[in-house]
């Protein structure tokens, strides 16, 4: 099953503006990572941010994190082409077995 | 450093057949996942090896998947006989391991899209 899921489901901005893509979850997490997929590619790694922590910033990309809502969101500043792409929230239960399950995704189309 | 590395990129099938892919972790990675991912979903969890010991395995279909990791490096995961919605992609991913609990991310492979008709 999935624990987190995105929304929205797609979405498209123009070149410049800001993408705000948000995941909810339902137990409580260790951490919640971002992963990037571009079409026909493997998943990249974008952030990690743990529960004791609420923001967190890499280059364009915030993470905020409210562990109260078990709730994340993912913002990209200055949004390019380039960012077309599903982005993923995976959430980690942490202990020794480190597995992360994923949400369905949100589908980031950034127009030129 | 070199990335995860899989085989075959692609597979078409037909059902009833078998089917074998491989994975490469990043080296000194000794935790391995095998994920399978239906088209417009998330990766689901199929298998996480610890080394070559199997950690869980309680999402793999274990009527019709398999998987090992003989000597805690490469991986293989097989599909015998292929059903129709086992169509998807499988990704590898690997991991670093620590006895603690600081978590890690994982690094992707580029997966194995898997065609069954």
């Known amino acids: 099953s999935q624990q987190g899921e995105e929304d929205p489901q797609a979405l498209s901005i123009q070149e410049g503006e800001n993408a705000t893509m948000n995941c909810s979850y339902k137990?409580?997490?260790?951490?919640l990572q971002w992963y990037r997929q571009n079409s026909g590619r493997g998943l990249v790694h974008l952030i990690l941010?743990?529960?004791?922590?609420r923001e967190k910033h890499s280059g364009r990309l915030r993470v905020t994190l409210d562990t109260s809502k078990k709730s994340s969101s993912l913002l990209i500043t200055a949004s390019r082409a380039a960012d077309t792409a599903s982005y993923f929230c995976?959430?980690?239960?942490?202990?020794?077995?480190?597995?992360?399950?994923f949400g369905s995704g949100t589908q980031l189309t950034v127009l030129p | 450093e070199a990335g995860v590395a899989q085989s075959p990129r692609y597979k078409i099938i037909e059902k009833r057949q078998s089917v074998a892919f491989w994975c490469n972790p990043i080296?000194?990675?000794?935790?391995l996942y095998w994920y399978q991912q239906i088209l417009g979903q998330g990766p689901k969890l199929l298998i996480q090896?610890?080394?070559?010991?199997?950690?869980?395995d309680s999402q793999l279909p274990k009527d019709r998947f398999s998987a090992e990791r003989l000597k805690g490096v490469d991986s293989t995961l097989k599909i015998q006989p292929a059903k129709l919605e086992d169509s998807a992609v499988y990704l590898c991913?690997?991991?670093?391991?620590?006895?603690?609990?600081?978590?890690?991310?994982?690094?992707f492979g580029p997966g194995t899209r898997l065609t069954v008709t």
């Open positions: 995976a959430t980690g239960l942490g202990g020794s077995a480190r597995q992360l399950t």
């Open positions: 991913a690997s991991s670093l391991f620590s006895s603690g609990t600081q978590p890690y991310e994982q690094y």
């Open positions: 090896f610890q080394n070559n010991g199997v950690v869980d």
């Open positions: 137990t409580s997490i260790n951490n």
């Open positions: 080296s000194g990675h000794a935790t």
């Open positions: 941010i743990r529960s004791n922590e």
